[in-house]
């Protein structure tokens, strides 16, 4: 079942990193407007490790502080967002996937793991010019 699940994940990021579709964080102004938010609320609601974002994802180690489940941050960062965004490409409606994928970070050898992925996942799907931030404040081009 693990390796079936891993599987199926490697199969849809393998999707999403072809950039068919709906990529409106390829335009830097969309994304800088999800950078914004993911920054907002660092070191106050959430600690923010490493992050990405992608045409059309993103991708963020993040760990909540005290008294805030990640479903709290996460739709506080998806209803912010996605009004943003909304007004910025003339749309309404629901603009993010109703979903997202998370992960429960168990050690410091899976953390370094998830954070290397991050980083080198806009090279991974094709991307010049694209941007990773990394815990140790290294920006990877």
Not at 1 to 15: D, G, K, M
Not at 42 to 58: I, K, S
Not at 114 to 122: D, Q
Request: proline fraction near 5%.
């Amino acid at each position: 079942p693990a390796e079936a699940q891993r599987e199926l994940f490697r199969s849809y990021e393998s999707r999403l990193d072809l950039g068919r579709g709906a990529c409106p964080f390829k335009d830097p102004s969309n994304a800088l407007i999800v950078e914004s938010s993911l920054r907002h609320y660092d070191q106050q609601r959430y600690l923010l490790g490493a992050w990405c974002v992608m045409p059309n994802n993103v991708h963020a180690i993040v760990a909540p502080l005290e008294g805030r489940p990640l479903a709290t941050v996460v739709q506080a960062w998806k209803s912010f967002t996605a009004r943003k965004l909304n007004q910025a490409l003339g749309l309404a409606g629901r603009f993010w996937q109703e979903e997202y994928f998370d992960h429960l970070i168990r050690s410091a050898k899976e953390h370094e793991r998830f954070e290397r992925y991050i980083i080198a996942n806009p090279a991974k799907a094709g991307l010049m010019g694209w941007h990773s931030v990394s815990t140790l404040g290294q920006t990877t081009i």
